[in-house]
């Protein structure tokens, strides 16, 4: 299994900010993938993080509003850029450590925009 | 697109009974994972079915999938409080990139005393 950290754990930000999300992974992956969770809701994925290349976003997300970095195999951040009250979600960093095995989730970020 | 849909959303059944969550998906894949989530908490993997005709059992809990009907079933025997949660089905796709994991709608479980 993977330990994942993800920081900050929570927190509460203006209309118009922006917010970086950090995800740091204890063995080095190639999959690292960042969701959304809205209250109650599924999961949303957002974009692969791909190490050394450009993420690759799904239909409805964008590299202006969630640019993601992939400096190496252990580390990726997702950054939330001039948030609205509808960014207020949890983000998910998760991990799969082979192609056939499941992801693991870090303790996501509970983001509230104000 | 991949959808992934699961029945029923909401769930509230007696200790002691039995119930099955479905999930349905709307492409072809050999891979399905299940999930759970408990309030407030991050995913932790339940199962993974690799292959048509694939049962996996833990405990109370046991996963299958039929890759021929699109379907997976999550099957619950005699329900207890502890497995009240919400749980996730999920389909991986190989793309260009590599993986790409899409969850199911969620069902919400609640074991009623």
């Known amino acids: 299994s993977a330990v994942i950290s993800q920081k900050p754990s929570r927190d509460i930000c203006q209309r118009g900010t922006s917010l970086t999300i950090q995800c740091q992974v204890d063995s080095q992956v190639t999959m690292m993938f960042w969701y959304r969770q809205q209250p109650g809701q599924s999961l949303t994925l957002i974009a692969t993080?791909?190490?050394?290349?450009?993420?690759?976003?799904e239909s409805g997300f964008v590299i202006d509003k969630f640019p993601i970095s992939r400096p190496n195999l252990t580390f990726s951040t997702l950054t939330v850029s001039n948030m609205s009250p509808e960014d207020s979600s949890i983000y998910l960093c998760?991990?799969?450590?082979?192609?056939?095995?499941?992801?693991?989730f870090g303790n996501g970020t509970r983001l509230t925009v104000t | 697109e991949l959808k992934v849909e699961q029945n029923p959303l909401f769930l509230s059944m007696q200790e002691g009974k039995n119930y099955t969550i479905y999930c349905n998906y709307s492409?072809?894949?050999?891979?399905l994972y299940w999930y759970r989530q408990d309030p407030g908490k991050s995913l932790e993997s339940l199962f993974v079915l690799l292959s048509n005709g694939a049962v996996k059992q833990e405990g109370r809990l046991m996963a299958s999938l039929d890759t021929k009907a699109r379907l997976s079933t999550l099957h619950i025997t005699a329900a207890v409080h502890d497995l009240s949660a919400t749980y996730f089905c999920a389909v991986d796709q190989i793309s260009n990139t590599g993986n790409q994991f899409y969850f199911g709608t969620g069902t919400s479980l609640t074991v009623i005393p």
């Open positions: 998760s991990v799969a450590l082979d192609k056939y095995s499941p992801l693991h």
């Open positions: 993080a791909n190490q050394g290349s450009e993420a690759t976003y």
């Open positions: 492409t072809t894949s050999d891979r």
